[in-house]
Nanobody, 125 residues
Framework: QVRLVESGGGSVQAGGSLRLSCTVS????????MAWFRQRPQSAREGIAL???????RYDGTVRGRFTISRVSDTNTLLLEMSNLKPEDTATYYC???????????????????WGQGTQVTVAS
């Protein structure tokens, strides 16, 4: 059974930093796409950062240059390092896994089979 567990959320002042972690268990496939999504209050869930099994990454324009997605070497842990946080980054953050390489519309949440429970990030102005 594939399981994703996020951690690292919390409250921070604008301009601050947080690091989110997503630990994956029960999956050992070679090809995959992992992503961080977020759902801001009264908004639809949106994809913000992607990590492919070949190490390539992609970011949504709202976080590019401030957030970094990475995988901890030799572990099943995906990170999202967030800096220069803004009040509009306040959201519930989710990690997600698709057990294949997503090339078309990789930010489409319907393409991800596995999801974590979410972790709350609150940025105060």
């Amino acid at each position: 059974q594939v399981r994703l567990v996020e951690s690292g959320g919390g409250s921070v002042q604008a301009g601050g930093s947080l690091r989110l972690s997503c630990t994956v268990s029960g999956f050992s496939g070679r090809d995959y796409t992992m992503a961080w999504f977020r759902q801001r209050p009264q908004s639809a869930r949106e994809g913000i950062a992607l990590f492919w099994s070949d190490g390539e990454t992609r970011y949504d324009g709202t976080v590019r240059g401030r957030f970094t997605i990475s995988r901890v070497s030799d572990t099943n842990t995906l990170l999202l390092e967030m800096s220069n946080l803004k009040p509009e980054d306040t959201a519930t953050y989710y990690c997600a896994l698709a057990p294949r390489i997503l090339e078309v519309f990789p930010f489409s949440d319907e393409k991800y089979a596995y999801w974590g429970q979410g972790t709350q990030v609150t940025v105060a102005s």
